[in-house]
């Protein structure tokens, strides 16, 4: 069965400052879609980006990007230029490549950007 | 606002009663789902409509029942809910296998 880890449940950074929110996960996948999913306040949960197993390229969004080891089974994530709307709950998760719907979520990391 | 709207906000409901969680997305997606959200605790699935059939019910207690009467509408009714039950109800919904997810705002619910 697949699980998804994410070790921090708290972090803090200063307003432009960059932070590397981790997550590793278990699979025998080889084929596979990595996501975060980023929970303002609001607790509306919106996508913050998608990396596909397949691709060797770290997926990159703005201020927002991923190091994506396979062979480790890692995928962190790279906030620059911290905000203060980016003060939120991060999810990492997981999903098979096809067959399901059943994504496998990360406890989630609190991250406050403190002014 | 990502296309999906939530109703009620918030709920508070003794073990005795019936409600129901109602969720509407605008965005012609053929799957809705529901997680339920517990503070230090990974989302957890309960249920998955695609095109209108269920095809994912992990486990959840009978007290929870789903309801999706066309592709755009997904309900959650509820009776006879124990205390720790309580909780962050979030649906969403997706075009397809393996594609990302659109959240609603969530329903707090508390049990007393």
């Known amino acids: 069965a697949q699980t998804v880890t994410q070790s921090q449940p708290e972090m803090s950074v200063q307003e432009a400052e960059t932070v590397t929110l981790s997550c590793t996960y278990d699979?025998?996948?080889?084929?596979?879609?990595l996501f975060w999913y980023k929970q303002p306040p609001s607790r509306q949960m919106i996508l913050v980006i998608r990396?596909?197993?397949?691709?060797?390229q770290n997926a990159t969004e703005n201020r927002f990007s991923v190091n994506f080891q396979k062979a480790a089974k890692s995928f962190s994530l790279k906030i620059s230029d911290s905000q203060l709307g980016d003060t939120a709950m991060y999810f990492c998760?997981?999903?098979?490549?096809?067959?399901?719907?059943?994504?496998?979520f990360g406890t989630g990391t609190r991250l406050k950007v403190l002014a | 606002e990502t296309g999906v709207t939530q109703t009620p906000r918030h709920l508070v409901m003794g073990m005795t009663n019936k409600k129901s969680l109602k969720c509407e997305q605008h965005?012609?997606?053929?799957?809705m789902y529901w997680y339920k959200q517990s503070a230090k605790k990974p989302l957890e699935l309960m249920f998955v409509?695609?095109?209108?059939?269920?095809?994912e019910n992990n486990s959840v207690p009978s007290r929870f029942s789903p309801e999706c009467p066309n592709s755009s509408h997904l309900f959650l009714h509820l009776h006879t809910l124990q205390p720790e039950d309580s909780a962050l109800y979030l649906c969403?919904?997706?075009?397809?296998?393996?594609?990302?997810?659109?959240f609603g705002s969530g329903t707090q619910l508390s049990v007393l």
């Open positions: 969403a919904s997706s075009q397809g296998e393996g594609a990302r997810l659109f």
């Open positions: 699979t025998s996948e080889n084929n596979y879609y």
């Open positions: 990396q596909e197993a397949y691709k060797q």
């Open positions: 998760a997981f999903m098979k490549l096809r067959g399901t719907y059943k994504y496998i």
């Open positions: 965005l012609g997606h053929n799957a």
């Open positions: 409509y695609s095109l209108e059939e269920r095809v």
